[in-house]
Structures are given as structure tokens and as C-alpha cells.
């Protein structure tokens, strides 16, 4: 039995659709905000009713339907019970959401071994909010490429391999972005449901077993200056890594530059891009690499003071996470580097954060707890 569908997906998303203001004081900054921009909001509040009312009707419990019919469920005229009530029952739902996930999620470690390795890496993170890019099929085999440039993971595409396909229910589409996962054990063989959006799909699909692929952005796709050439970008990667052209297909490459012709660049007789900037963003690496690794790396202390007061972004990070990792030896350091540091809009938060941590650590001298009394957690 699949404790995910489409429906309960569809059902939690209702719990959404007309979401209400949760105290006075809310509705007190709504009527304040519509009157400073000259909004009528009793207009806006029940065209945003009247647009969803009949879908309200056929999902809300019967109780709150009066509220409904007179027009005052999302206003503030609605009553403070009735309001708790709708608020207490939005909450109810998506915790019933959040149950069924975390049971959906129960069945991976069972079939953790029926999978390939670079399989279960990828299972063990999130797929959400990947786009399929491509979709092949041979014989009894379905795989499928997913884009995570917008996903949780640095895994930047993604090749799902479906080995020997027992069952196969739903279909999915290229464009759609993967949601919600199952991933079961039946019969001794995997079995996975995904629930898509735009379009909407449940894709449920069964096999021996799953292989998998993934690539990496390279380090020096994030370190790249703005209006890199090709040939500088590609001087600039990392010789002894393996790279590959990405677009719907994967295709391996040597480092080598691209030949241009007339209607875009090509390794050998494949075309890879219609332009260089293009290519760019179609290479990929199978080696990940850290691209703020570099943040990480500690400042001698005869360095710190003058980073940590620099305009250098880099090295001013590098020197207050030097002494966020090692505070008691640098307290002298620390204490002058607050005694003079101006506070701006570029570096607010990073001073709060830091101030903070060493305020109660014990870090802070007198002069400085007084400067920064008034951002205080």
C-alpha cells in the first residue's frame, strides 16, 4: 500500500488556498498597510473570496460554510473561535501531510540494498524541485535527467537509470518538477512513486533495480568572473577531473576547445551550444568541489585584524571564521577588530552573528558589550 497519492497531495495543497490573518494584530498591520497604500481592502478581501468560493465549498468542513455565504471568513470581522478553529484546522491538515511524508519516507531503508551505490547516495538526499530534462527509453529500461540547479543538493544534474521495468503506471513529462517520493521494496524488486507538478502527475514505476549517474558544477563556474571568455573558463578548470557536455544527452570531453562553426560550437561532429556562454553553462564535472571551500581556510593571526577591517569580502569571511573557530587566543584581536568596525548594510549581519557568539563566550570587553547592547539576541 503507498501512503503517497496525488490526492493527499491535492488535499494539503487545499489547506492552503485561502489562508487568514492569525491574530488582532496581523489584521491591526493589513488595514494599516491597505490604508497607506490607498488600497480598498474589503474590495481585494472578497474578490479573493468570491474567486474560490465554490472550491471552498467542496472541501471545507460544513461549520465553516456560514462563513462562507456572508462573506466574512477571511476578514476581521470573523470571529475570534471561529478564527482559532479554521487556524487549528489549517494546522491539523498539514500535519496529517507531514505524517504521511515522513511515512512515506519509512520503506527507503529496506530497499537501500536492492539499489546501485551512486543510487542510494542519491536517495539519501532530496530530489525535490528537480526538472526533467530528458527522458529515454530502451527496451525495459526507463531513465530519466534531472536539472537540481534548483534543487537541495550539489548534485547539479542528475541520471536515474530504471533497470528491467516490471510496471509502469503515469508518465512523466520533460519541464516537470519532481515533488514527493516513495521508495518501496515489493516483491523484491524497487518500486518508486514520484509526484510531479506542472504538469501534475503521480508516476509510479517498478524494476530490478535503479543505477544512477550525477555531475557536479565546477568549482570555477561559481568563481568565474562576469563576461569570461570560453577559453579562460576552460583554462581554468581543474585538468585532472572528468567533464562532460550536459544538454539532453551527456557527452564526455577532454578539455579539448570547441571547433565554431557557423551555427554554433561542436566537439568534434556533436554540437554542444549555439554560444559560448552557452557552453559554459552546459559543462559539468563528476568531481564535486566545495566552491566556498575557501572560506574555510584560517588567516595567520598577523593577518586577522587587517582582513577582518579590509574591503576584501573573502578575506574578511576567512578572518572572522578564523576566530569564530579558535576565540580564547585571539580575544585581544577580536576586541579591537569590534572597537573599530563600522556598522553598514553589507556587513549587519555577519556583525551580529559574530558579536553574539563572542558575547557569550565571554569574548566581549566592557567597551565593546556597551557599543553593541543593542543588538543582542
Given at each position: 500500500?503507498?501512503?503517497?497519492?496525488?490526492?493527499?497531495?491535492?488535499?494539503?495543497?487545499?489547506?492552503?488556498?485561502?489562508?487568514?490573518?492569525?491574530?488582532?494584530?496581523?489584521?491591526?498591520?493589513?488595514?494599516?498597510?491597505?490604508?497607506?497604500?490607498?488600497?480598498?481592502?474589503?474590495?481585494?478581501?472578497?474578490?479573493?473570496?468570491?474567486?474560490?468560493?465554490?472550491?471552498?465549498?467542496?472541501?471545507?468542513?460544513?461549520?465553516?460554510?456560514?462563513?462562507?455565504?456572508?462573506?466574512?471568513?477571511?476578514?476581521?470581522?470573523?470571529?475570534?473561535?471561529?478564527?482559532?478553529?479554521?487556524?487549528?484546522?489549517?494546522?491539523?491538515?498539514?500535519?496529517?501531510?507531514?505524517?504521511?511524508?515522513?511515512?512515506?519516507?519509512?520503506?527507503?531503508?529496506?530497499?537501500?540494498?536492492?539499489l546501485t551505490k551512486n543510487a542510494q547516495e542519491i536517495f539519501q538526499d532530496s530530489l525535490h524541485d528537480g526538472v526533467i530534462a530528458n527522458i529515454e527509453r530502451s527496451g525495459n529500461d526507463v531513465?530519466?535527467?534531472?536539472?537540481?540547479?534548483?534543487?537541495?543538493?550539489?548534485?547539479?544534474?542528475?541520471?536515474?537509470?530504471?533497470?528491467?521495468?516490471?510496471?509502469?503506471?503515469?508518465?512523466?513529462?520533460?519541464?516537470?518538477?519532481?515533488?514527493?517520493?516513495?521508495?518501496?521494496?515489493?516483491?523484491?524488486?524497487?518500486?518508486?512513486?514520484?509526484?510531479?507538478?506542472?504538469?501534475?502527475?503521480?508516476?509510479?514505476?517498478?524494476?530490478?533495480?535503479?543505477?544512477?549517474?550525477?555531475?557536479?558544477?565546477?568549482?570555477?563556474?561559481?568563481?568565474?568572473?562576469?563576461?569570461?571568455?570560453?577559453?579562460?573558463?576552460?583554462?581554468?578548470?581543474?585538468?585532472?577531473?572528468?567533464?562532460?557536455?550536459?544538454?539532453?544527452?551527456?557527452?564526455?570531453?577532454?578539455?579539448?576547445?570547441?571547433?565554431?562553426?557557423?551555427?554554433?560550437?561542436?566537439?568534434?561532429?556533436?554540437?554542444?551550444?549555439?554560444?559560448?556562454?552557452?557552453?559554459?553553462?552546459?559543462?559539468?564535472?563528476?568531481?564535486?568541489?566545495?566552491?566556498?571551500?575557501?572560506?574555510?581556510?584560517?588567516?595567520?593571526?598577523?593577518?586577522?585584524?587587517?582582513?577582518?577591517?579590509?574591503?576584501?569580502?573573502?578575506?574578511?569571511?576567512?578572518?572572522?571564521?578564523?576566530?569564530?573557530?579558535?576565540?580564547?587566543?585571539?580575544?585581544?584581536?577580536?576586541?579591537?577588530?569590534?572597537?573599530?568596525?563600522?556598522?553598514?548594510?553589507?556587513?549587519?549581519?555577519?556583525?551580529?552573528?559574530?558579536?553574539?557568539?563572542?558575547?557569550?563566550?565571554?569574548?566581549?570587553?566592557?567597551?565593546?558589550?556597551?557599543?553593541?547592547?543593542?543588538?543582542?539576541?
Amino acid at each position: 500500500m503507498w501512503h503517497l497519492t496525488i490526492e493527499e497531495k491535492r488535499k494539503f495543497e487545499r489547506t492552503s488556498l485561502l489562508p487568514i490573518q492569525e491574530s488582532d494584530d496581523d489584521w491591526d498591520i493589513v488595514i494599516r498597510e491597505a490604508e497607506e497604500e490607498g488600497r480598498n481592502l474589503d474590495e481585494e478581501l472578497s474578490a479573493e473570496l468570491q474567486e474560490i468560493r465554490e472550491e471552498l465549498l467542496t472541501f471545507l468542513p460544513q461549520r465553516f460554510h456560514p462563513y462562507i455565504y456572508n462573506r466574512t471568513i477571511n476578514t476581521p470581522l470573523l470571529a475570534k473561535d471561529v478564527r482559532n478553529d479554521y487556524i487549528e484546522w489549517m494546522h491539523g491538515q498539514q500535519r496529517i501531510f507531514e505524517m504521511i511524508l515522513e511515512q512515506a519516507g519509512q520503506g527507503r531503508e529496506e530497499v537501500m540494498p536492492i539499489l546501485t551505490k551512486n543510487a542510494q547516495e542519491i536517495f539519501q538526499d532530496s530530489l525535490h524541485d528537480g526538472v526533467i530534462a530528458n527522458i529515454e527509453r530502451s527496451g525495459n529500461d526507463v531513465a530519466i535527467m534531472l536539472n537540481m540547479e534548483s534543487g537541495f543538493t550539489p548534485k547539479a544534474m542528475i541520471v536515474l537509470r530504471f533497470i528491467n521495468v516490471w510496471n509502469e503506471e503515469g508518465s512523466p513529462e520533460i519541464g516537470s518538477w519532481y515533488i514527493y517520493d516513495e521508495l518501496r521494496k515489493v516483491n523484491g524488486r524497487v518500486a518508486l512513486r514520484v509526484i510531479f507538478d506542472c504538469p501534475e502527475i503521480q508516476w509510479t514505476i517498478e524494476c530490478e533495480t535503479i543505477e544512477a549517474a550525477y555531475y557536479f558544477r565546477p568549482a570555477s563556474y561559481f568563481e568565474r568572473e562576469e563576461g569570461i571568455g570560453l577559453q579562460d573558463y576552460i583554462e581554468s578548470l581543474n585538468s585532472s577531473y572528468r567533464y562532460a557536455f550536459i544538454s539532453d544527452s551527456i557527452l564526455p570531453w577532454d578539455l579539448k576547445m570547441p571547433s565554431e562553426k557557423a551555427d554554433g560550437l561542436y566537439i568534434e561532429e556533436v554540437k554542444v551550444a549555439e554560444t559560448a556562454a552557452e557552453c559554459i553553462e552546459r559543462i559539468y564535472c563528476d568531481t564535486y568541489e566545495d566552491p566556498y571551500a575557501v572560506f574555510s581556510i584560517p588567516l595567520p593571526e598577523e593577518e586577522l585584524e587587517e582582513a577582518a577591517l579590509g574591503d576584501d569580502i573573502e578575506r574578511q569571511v576567512r578572518a572572522f571564521n578564523t576566530l569564530y573557530d579558535n576565540p580564547s587566543p585571539n580575544k585581544e584581536i577580536i576586541n579591537r577588530i569590534f572597537h573599530k568596525i563600522i556598522i553598514h548594510e553589507e556587513n549587519e549581519m555577519m556583525v551580529s552573528i559574530m558579536v553574539n557568539h563572542f558575547k557569550k563566550i565571554g569574548i566581549l570587553d566592557e567597551k565593546n558589550t556597551k557599543k553593541f547592547q543593542n543588538i543582542w539576541d
